[in-house]
């Protein structure tokens, strides 16, 4: 649900009708990133604390500077905060805005990947090693080189190659890297730099990454995101386009592209048929939820499929201290994913 509408909301009954509860409550977390590692569901979601400013387009009243890591034995199972897996002050290169992470594992070794503002108040992806999947996590002194905005997911392939994707728009300062090098003009405006309607809309990018899975294996690569003609969906189309989000799952050999439309509040989804595209899009994962932002992951424990999202029913419609929430999707017979709406009757 936008924004606007929340001054109008009956919480108590509103979680009433909500299809899924909060993992947990003790603290607020958002855009979780879940795996099922070793027999087990380990998520990793950003941790939300109120800055005190007002809100903005730029995340400002985000203060956002460690993660936790949750566990869970089985889906039915609680979730447990495993508490601090990396803080903001025991990365080198970065100052601020740990915002929403993902994680990978190779062999014994499991990687976080998260993006974050250095000193100069440009958003990079770093990268942190730990030997277990509830950290702590050691972070490399430097991002990865020509790594850029925000919202790193990686995909381990069939064939055993890791593929980062990632970006995200206003605040995620996607539109500042339109010529291949950060545009710094108009620095407290969220939309500057942003294409017109009728202009092809801003696309996520791709990279493989190295063996070792601390740099990328090649320049980063634009997603197209296509129409059920072939072309390239519109910067205008606000309930279409990629704003930010990204993740990549796969089903019955398709590669399932799916990301926030942002201002409009859907999560939607497009299908190729390799990891680098083109996806055609394919429709709505999840109708908007309470509070601004909408942020998910799928993730497949044995046969089933999850959605993990999150929304700001717990907190009353505060828009930056959300909670994360988890709920089976349907891969229908045709390829295409049933819609889901996060609460009953709405």
């Known amino acids: 649900m936008p924004e606007e509408s929340i001054d109008h909301i009956d919480f108590d009954e509103l979680n009433k009708k909500a299809i899924s509860k909060p993992?947990?409550?003790?603290?607020?977390?958002?855009?979780?990133?879940?795996?099922?590692?070793?027999?087990?569901?380990?998520?990793?979601?950003?941790?939300d604390i109120d800055a005190g400013e007002a809100f903005d387009d730029l995340?400002?009243?985000?203060?956002?500077?460690?993660?936790?890591?949750?566990?869970?034995?089985?889906?039915?199972?609680?979730?447990?905060?495993?508490?601090?897996?990396?803080?903001?002050?025991?990365?080198?290169?970065?100052?601020?805005?740990?915002?929403?992470?993902?994680?990978?594992?190779?062999?014994?070794?499991?990687?976080?990947?998260?993006?974050?503002?250095?000193?100069?108040?440009?958003?990079?992806?770093?990268?942190?090693?730990?030997?277990s999947p509830i950290g702590p996590f050691t972070?490399?002194?430097?991002?990865?080189?020509?790594?850029?905005?925000?919202?790193?997911?990686?995909?381990?392939?069939?064939?055993?190659?890791?593929?980062?994707?990632?970006?995200?728009?206003?605040?995620?300062?996607?539109?500042?890297?339109?010529?291949?090098?950060?545009?710094?003009?108009?620095?407290?405006?969220?939309?500057?730099?942003?294409?017109?309607?009728?202009?092809?809309?801003?696309?996520?990018?791709?990279?493989?990454?190295?063996d070792d899975l601390l740099e990328f294996a090649e320049k980063p690569k634009e997603i197209e995101i296509l129409d059920e003609d072939g072309n390239l969906l519109l910067a205008g189309d606000n309930n279409r386009r990629f704003f930010e989000a990204a993740w990549m799952h796969k089903y019955k050999g398709k590669y399932y592209f799916s990301y926030s439309t942002g201002?409009?509040?859907?999560?939607?989804?497009?299908?190729?048929?390799?990891?680098?595209?083109?996806?055609?899009?394919g429709g709505r994962i999840l109708e908007p939820v309470v509070g601004w932002t909408s942020h998910h992951s799928i993730c497949q424990v044995e046969d089933k499929y999850y959605l993990f999202y999150h929304d700001s029913s717990l907190s009353k419609g505060v828009t930056h201290l959300r909670s994360v929430k988890m709920v089976e999707i349907e891969h229908m017979e045709d390829g295409h994913i049933k819609t889901i709406s996060p609460y009953k009757n709405i």
């Open 23 to 47: 993992l947990v409550t003790h603290i607020y977390t958002a855009d979780p990133s879940a795996h099922y590692f070793d027999g087990k569901i380990y998520i990793y979601p950003s941790h």
């Open 139 to 210: 972070p490399q002194p430097k991002a990865i080189e020509n790594s850029f905005s925000i919202d790193p997911a990686v995909l381990e392939d069939n064939d055993g190659n890791y593929y980062m994707y990632f970006g995200g728009l206003w605040g995620g300062q996607l539109q500042r890297w339109r010529t291949g090098e950060y545009n710094a003009q108009n620095p407290d405006s969220p939309t500057a730099n942003l294409p017109e309607d009728n202009e092809p809309a801003l696309l996520p990018f791709v990279a493989k990454l190295t």
């Open 263 to 281: 201002d409009t509040h859907f999560i939607c989804y497009a299908i190729g048929d390799n990891p680098y595209g083109p996806f055609t899009y």
């Open 59 to 131: 995340g400002s009243h985000f203060a956002m500077e460690d993660y936790h890591v949750l566990s869970m034995d089985s889906i039915d199972a609680e979730a447990k905060d495993n508490g601090i897996a990396l803080h903001v002050n025991d990365v080198p290169w970065a100052e601020q805005q740990m915002w929403a992470p993902d994680a990978a594992k190779k062999d014994d070794k499991y990687y976080l990947f998260f993006p974050a503002k250095g000193y100069d108040g440009i958003f990079k992806i770093g990268v942190a090693v730990s030997d």
